[in-house]
């Protein structure tokens, strides 16, 4: 896919991502970039530490998500990344409210005068998300969906929070 936008390479081997660009893939500043080859392309994809992290991700929801029945998912900084309990018709694109929540590793509990939708279609109501990374590093959240118009119970927001502490610890460099 040829956008029509070209950039020179300045002494130092670096080149500027076009605005246009980084707005439409949500790359911000300061985002990991990981950078590979393919044949003789250079290949840029956005960096999210959990996908590294999927076997202990896809471990800690299916316990959580059996054992506590609640429906639960581990996102990135903008995208589900990993889901059980409930099903994700279309895009996996978080909506505009919850990755300003992770971005600025807020904590959330349901609130109906505000709510919260994980994806930008309003089927998964958000009970509660716990942020994954540090507020200088932020990773993704863990997050609870909505079942019906029940609340979380106090044991799945303590469990939901430890497992998001554990995958900080995980994702720490």
């Known amino acids: 896919m040829s956008s029509g936008i070209i950039r020179r ?29 393919s044949g003789k392309r250079i290949i840029l994809d ?13 471990a800690f929801l299916k316990v959580f998500s059996k054992e506590l029945s609640v429906a639960a998912a581990v996102c990135s900084l903008d995208t589900v990344i990993f889901y059980r309990g409930f099903s994700l018709s279309g895009d996996n694109e978080l ?3 919850m990755r300003s929540l992770i971005r600025s590793q807020s904590v959330y509990q349901y609130n109906a005068q505000n709510p919260v939708y994980l994806t930008v279609s309003t089927a998964c109501p958000v009970n509660a ?17 909505r079942d019906k118009n029940n609340d979380a119970t106090d044991n ?9 502490k554990a995958l900080t610890e995980l994702t720490r460099e």
Not at 32 to 37: A, D, K, N, R, Y
Not at 130 to 135: A, L
């Open 9 to 37: 390479i300045d002494p130092l081997g670096r080149i500027v991502l076009p605005k246009e660009i980084r707005r439409t893939l949500h790359i911000e500043d300061g985002d990991p970039l990981e950078i590979s080859l």
């Open 46 to 58: 956005r960096y999210f530490p959990l996908t590294g992290l999927k076997e202990q991700s896809e």
């Open 95 to 97: 909506s505009v409210e």
């Open 129 to 145: 998300s716990f942020s994954i990374g540090t507020p200088a590093k932020p990773v993704g959240a863990l997050v609870l969906i």
């Open 156 to 164: 799945q927001l303590d469990t939901a929070k430890f497992i998001a």
